[in-house]
């Protein structure tokens, strides 16, 4: 940055420049590791309107570009710009007048350009930039995975069975390695994107499609306005051979852009959408603020989906048979994410990355709240646990505030804090206000800030506008603090006084927080509510009551961000679960009864196989203890009649892999019988199953499925091949095994070394070798030994069979992992 100062201050006489590291930034040491403070970005020059015209070198990589861009000064006069430029050829920057380029001085460092403008502007004025440039995502130096920009996915046709694709990724400011602009969310502009493509391809921007012009050469120039500004991180570009399905709500259009051979499950894989539009659109009050909304699947995408302007994006995962979908269950929560960002992020946008939370915390929040309107409040209890477990499993979380103005780079702040804990703060307001309140707050603050930027203190006076209530409180500890309780609850019964007292105790370091909760006293077949606050680092609580109560339930609502110990006896986690109404109630007691292994608790897991959700009836599965005659006799003909009949195809799995494990050959009927449902998890969990009781069975059976398989029943193809077969199954074996990512490939190998000790073909022993030293070499801090272990065992099996040459090169890939750095 400062030998593009120099560069600069050496040409003319700058008045301001954009995009500058201030002086004063402050650095702040946390834990050990230096952070620096982030100011929101200076607003310099305003972005009013970008206009692309691209076209692409599939060969090269290259996006060729034009753009004019036109811009105002935000409020202060000045002659300069900077713009955002990762890594382009910058051929041509000129001002337009009078219809006319006239060139501009400009000085760029890969990063970032600084350009000297032909006067002096107020904001009064606006001026058009034209700049020439090429893109080359290819030769971008990044360690992100994420940070290129523009992909060009098998653009040669090179890779088999791959389709030739283009898209981008703008987030956080990666946009700006396929276009220049200032890059930051505080920045907002309309768009008209026009892409000169091959003729035969389908193409998806921001907003509608203008026009389509038909060029001599086998091209198309697809032209996408975007009427209404949003930020640069939103726009976005895809070009490949997609089919459209076209829906649409309140005559607006919805479009499902997926791979030709999905065209026929597009509208089971995403027709939820219209439905998710109209209920967003009803709980905020605000329709569905943009003129269409796109869905699209893409290869080697490399995030989980992005919320572009109009046009969410996500991988090819999301891509399914009505038979895959059989067992994704309440698979829509990415897609509802990122249609709810529609709203929070992309109508409101986050003023920086700070608050960030404003975008992402809301997203979070809209899965939980389309759980609970669509598949009830089990499931949306259980997402909640999930994604609270998710948080508190991460140590360093706690540390960490939901509005960060200290991190080193923008990527630190997409986590567990923004993402499961702020949507489950935000959870904590929607009850603590009331539904109606808390929807409110959300139309005041979307109407207050639409098409613009916002931070969590406007968040915070738009909900007390609507409630009346003061809510510093509350954003200070959980927007502007760090940490979360951890809340020790234990009790005592006073016979003599007839008094229940309950002692609550925040045992965690750091802040006190003021905790409002609900407080279910049972007793006499009568539940009483009492709301208490507890604003101390320890508190008692003391109630009168005729008998001593069946069940003291401390935050009865369970919808606190906190971890709890909750001193209750295995006898009231019985009436617990079979009285306490929400999931969380029977999941506390599932959970207390896997730990406490008692007579209660195994009764408690015996009621849990017959729980009306089929989570806790999984859960139930996995803690009984079967090695208990009285438990496994009670316990038996329950996961019989679950592995016969179960309406969820996951926990009817479950039951029959429960049943593999018993090894009886008299289940080999249901086992069979099983093996022709449509579930690919039944089929595999079904063929597992008989593989542990007859091997040979197995065998034969399995050859059957190897022409229609996917996830569960491929992953028992593999358990069976590799503990059974021979030579004549190392084409099905080593192409799965190849084609899982990394981590999952590790996962697998222990099985594939099993193999290939085994198998008579000493080619392919050794290609197995070489990949699994692969994984060694590349992971050797993660999995180095555990690979050195493996492959001495495939040492020690080619030596007994004299494969000299195998024995040769395992010690040689060993010693190789060994000299890795």
């Known amino acids: 940055m400062k030998k593009l100062l120099t560069a600069l201050l ?15 930034a402050q650095e702040k040491q946390t834990d050990g590791i230096s952070k620096i403070y982030r100011e929101t970005p200076a607003k310099i020059n305003d972005l009013v309107h970008t206009k692309l015209d691209v076209s692409f070198d599939y060969k090269k990589r290259y996006l060729y570009g034009k753009e004019w861009i036109t811009l105002k000064p935000h409020f202060y006069p000045t002659d300069t710009l900077r713009l955002d430029a990762k890594g382009m050829d910058l051929k041509d920057i000129s001002v337009i007048k009078y219809g006319k380029k006239l060139p501009l001085k400009f000085a760029y460092d890969s990063l970032t350009v600084a350009i000297q403008l032909d006067k002096v502007y107020h904001n009064n004025e606006t001026y058009t930039i034209y700049i020439d440039y090429t893109a080359k995502p290819n030769e971008l130096k990044t360690s992100r995975k994420h940070g290129k920009g523009l992909y060009f996915i098998n653009p040669d046709g090179a890779e088999q069975d791959k389709p030739t694709q283009i898209w981008t990724e703008g987030e956080p400011e990666s946009s700006s390695a396929w276009f220049p602009t200032i890059d930051k969310p505080n920045q907002k502009t309309t768009s008209e994107i026009s892409m000169t493509v091959p003729a035969r391809y389908v193409t998806l921007s921001n907003g509608r499609l203008a026009s389509q012009k038909t060029n001599s050469n086998n091209t198309r120039t697809d032209t996408w306005k975007m009427e209404w500004p949003n930020a640069p991180y939103l726009f976005m570009m895809a070009v490949g051979d997609f089919s459209i399905y076209h829906d649409s709500w309140h005559g607006k259009e919805v479009s499902y852009y997926v791979e030709p051979k999905f065209a026929p499950y597009a509208k089971d894989i995403f027709g939820f959408t219209p439905e998710a539009i109209g209920f967003f659109s009803k709980i905020t009050g605000i329709d569905y603020p943009w003129n269409k909304y796109a869905q699209i ?49 992309d109508y409101v946008t986050t003023e920086s990355w700070s608050n960030l939370t404003l975008n992402e915390s809301f997203a979070d929040l809209g899965e939980i709240l389309w759980a609970e309107h669509r598949y009830g409040q089990d499931a949306a209890d259980e997402h909640i646990q999930e994604g609270l477990q998710g948080y508190l499993n991460n140590p360093q979380n706690a540390a960490k505030h939901l509005v960060r103005f200290y991190y080193n780079d923008s990527q630190d702040v997409f986590d567990g804090v923004t993402y499961q804990k702020g949507g489950r703060i935000l959870n904590m307001l929607r009850h603590y206000l009331g539904n109606d309140a808390f929807y409110k707050g959300l139309n005041i603050y979307l109407k207050t800030n639409a098409l613009k930027n916002a931070e969590a203190q406007q968040l915070r006076l738009a909900m007390e506008d609507a409630s009346g209530l ?93 971890k709890k110990i909750d001193n209750k006896t295995p006898e009231e986690y019985t009436f617990q679960y079979a009285n306490a109404p929400l999931y969380l109630d029977r999941y506390e007691a599932i959970d207390a009864a896997t730990q406490q292994k008692t007579a209660a608790g195994q009764q408690i897991l015996l009621m849990a196989l017959k729980d009306k959700y089929y989570g806790l009836r999984l859960k139930a599965m996995q803690a009984l203890n079967m090695d208990n005659d009285t438990i496994r006799i009670a316990a038996y003909p329950l996961i019989v009649d679950m592995a016969q009949k179960d309406s969820v195809s996951l926990s009817r799995a479950q039951a029959i892999v429960f049943l593999g494990k018993l090894k009886k050959p008299a289940n080999m009927g249901l086992l069979k019988q099983a093996l022709k449902s449509d579930s690919y998890a039944v089929q595999g ?51 799965f095994y190849m084609s899982r990512f990394e981590e999952s490939r590790y996962k697998l190998t222990e099985k594939f070394a099993d193999y290939i000790g085994r198998i008579k073909n000493q080619a392919n022993v050794q290609r197995g070798i070489t990949e699994i030293k692969k994984l060694g070499v590349e992971y050797k801090k993660y999995v180095g030994p555990k690979i050195i272990g493996i492959l001495t065992q495939i040492k020690t099996h080619r030596a007994a069979m004299q494969d000299t040459v195998s024995v040769k090169m395992a010690n040689d890939a060993i010693e190789e992992i060994n000299r890795a750095k």
């Open 297 to 345: 699947t893409v290869r080697d995408y490399v995030s989980g989906a992005m919320e572009n302007t109009t046009a969410m994006m996500t991988g090819d995962g999301a891509q399914a048979t009505k038979r895959e979908l059989v067992d994704r269950i309440h698979y829509d929560f990415g897609s509802i994410h990122e249609l709810f960002h529609q709203w929070f992020g």
């Open 470 to 562: 003061d809510l510093n409180w509350f954003f200070n500890q959980w927007y502007y603090g760090a940490g979360h309780p951890v809340l020790n609850i234990s009790y005592k019964w006073d016979q003599a006084e007839k008094k229940q007292t309950i002692y609550l105790q925040q045992t965690q370091t750091g802040q006190t927080f003021t905790l409002p909760m609900a407080i279910d006293i049972y007793a006499d077949s009568k539940k009483t509510r009492h709301q208490v606050w507890m604003r101390e680092k320890a508190d008692t609580l003391i109630f009168h009551a005729d008998k001593k109560p069946d069940l003291v339930n401390v935050e009865a609502d369970k919808i606190l961000v906190a």
């Open 10 to 24: 050496c040409c003319a006489c700058l008045a301001t420049i954009d995009g500058l590291t201030p002086l004063s």
């Open 685 to 735: 969990a079904a063929l597992w199953a008989i593989n542990q009781i007859n091997p040979t069975e197995a065998m034969a059976l399995a050859p059957l499925y190897e022409k229609d398989n996917k996830d569960d029943l491929t992953n028992a193809l593999y358990t069976v091949y590799t503990a059974n077969a021979g030579d004549d199954k190392w084409n099905f074996v080593f192409h």
